[in-house]
């Protein structure tokens, strides 16, 4: 079974706060995704990554960045923590190519 | 801009009923389609995928793809309460990152 691991279920943080989300999966994927998710909103994609050391952005980059540094492990940074985004985070991983993407449980964030 | 849409709902179905679930994408060169399933405050899990034109079964859901008409279906047979819960559809051109729609949210009343 894939197994995609977040490292929060649930986070409350100060506005202006450097924020971690920390994502593991332990299938050797190589692509790996990060999401939030917004009521009327459905899923936007914020950074993607489709190697280690890789990066791309996805629709909604601003305000965040990304590491992976390891293969199975991809952190999504908020370098400064802003009430709006306040939000459900997925992270997600697959193969590659046009293959099944898995996600994880997602980090629920409610920023203060 | 590559687009997938879906029909928000609610689509409210009896229990025992089949559930229809429609999804239209725009991108010709999508190549794989999925169906997800998200119950609230949860995260999505994958129910089918399909490649290729015509039907795919399992158990009590079928997806259906017509890539000339550039659309993909969910039929959901002998309809649950705990189907209810909002079902994305997310389609692939290649090594992209899957388009996913807003997703439909299905109520299946007991």
């Known amino acids: 079974d894939v197994k995609v691991t977040q490292s929060s279920r649930y986070l409350v943080k100060r506005t202006g706060e450097k924020v971690f989300l920390e994502c593991v999966q332990d299938?050797?994927?190589?692509?790996m995704f990060w999401y939030r998710q917004d009521p009327g909103l459905g899923l936007r994609l914020i950074y993607f990554?489709?190697?280690?050391?890789?990066?791309e952005k996805g629709d909604i980059p601003e305000g965040y960045s990304v590491s992976r540094e390891k293969k199975e492990r991809f952190s999504l940074i908020l370098e400064s923590a802003s009430t709006n985004q306040t939000s459900m985070y997925l992270c997600?991983?697959?193969?590659?190519?046009?293959?099944?993407?898995?996600f994880g449980p997602g980090t629920r964030l409610l920023v203060l | 801009q590559k687009e997938v849409e879906q029909n928000s709902g609610p689509l409210s179905v009896p229990e025992g009923a089949i559930a229809s679930l429609n999804c239209t994408y725009s991108?010709?060169?999508?190549?794989?389609f999925f169906w997800y399933r998200q119950y609230s405050g949860k995260s999505p899990e994958l129910i089918m995928s399909?490649?290729?034109?015509g039907d795919k079964e399992d158990g009590r859901f079928t997806a259906q793809l017509n890539k000339a008409s550039q659309y993909v279906s969910l039929l959901i047979r002998d309809s649950q309460p705990s189907d209810s819960a909002t079902y994305l559809c997310?389609?692939?051109?290649?090594?992209?990152?899957?388009?996913f729609g807003k997703g439909t949210r299905l109520s299946v009343i007991a």
């Open positions: 997600a991983s697959r193969t590659g190519g046009p293959e099944t993407q898995y």
């Open positions: 299938m050797d994927h190589e692509n």
């Open positions: 990554s489709y190697d280690v050391k890789m990066k």
């Open positions: 991108d010709r060169g999508s190549q794989s």
């Open positions: 399909i490649y290729s034109n």
């Open positions: 997310a389609v692939n051109a290649g090594n992209t990152p899957l388009v």
